[in-house]
């Protein structure tokens, strides 16, 4: 995919997005195109929606008002909604991100992938899975990230010693039940990467790393190798004992292969 030449309209869910995350968004749909049209909607009398006030100019967002005209209920899932199928026969961009974790896009999703656009979502884990189902690939915040676990679980192993002088030996298990290795993590999902790759493979029983990756996301929109604490598919298939990757370099650029050893 030329990202180059690859526009993608990104609309944003206010009431339902997470305001810290917008850097971290934006360049996670760069990896696919251009950010060429950028639209946030919420209602912008509320308290609520402070948060994104002073990042709307610094990221170019064009910000949408929608009254709320019924108490406990809002207008943003609608406007949002008709907005996208405005753009969407306007015939000028290849590809929509909805970042939301609301189910109500469900049917938006699948109607502009009945179109033959591209369609991502970005959103929590919480996120139903019908939505996530929906979209070609669906990316979730939490995996934005990834760093932030590390921390928190350095913080925990500091605090621990001064709160327990002798751990007993059942919390020496809870304390060990949270530090499931990358393997165990793996391994939880190894059915699905199984699949994708015998999906892949070419007449020399090897795929291309890239290939699988598409092979996974046919399969499981959502699946992400951050998930299991991997920064990109090479690593965590080189974690993997069952399979080896091959290092196949095409006009001074690396286009690995995995295959099974």
Known sequence: MDTTKFNIAVLIDGDNAQAKLIKEILEEVSKYGKATIRRIYGDWTIPQMNSWKELINQYSINPIQKFSYTTGKNSTDSSLIIDAMDILHSNNIDGFCIVSSDSDYTG???????????????????????????????????????????????????????????????????????????KEKVESYL??????????????????????????????????????????LTKLFESIEKYTVVKNVVNGLNHPLVKLK
């Open 108 to 182: 938006l999703a699948k109607r502009i992938r009945e179109e033959g656009l591209f369609v991502m979502g970005i959103g929590q884990r919480k996120t139903p899975v019908a939505f996530v189902q929906s979209c070609e690939i669906f990316t979730f915040c939490e995996n934005l990230i990834p760093e932030a676990l590390p921390l928190v679980t350095e913080q925990i192993e500091k605090e621990l010693p001064k709160k327990t002088i002798k751990p007993s030996a059942k919390d020496e298990t809870k304390q060990s039940s949270k530090h499931i290795s990358k």
């Open 191 to 232: 059915s699905i990467i199984d699949k994708a790759f015998e999906i892949s493979i070419n007449e020399e029983d090897e795929a291309y790393i890239a290939h699988v990756g598409s092979s996974l996301r046919k399969i499981d929109p959502s699946f992400d190798p951050r998930t299991y604490g991997f920064k990109n």
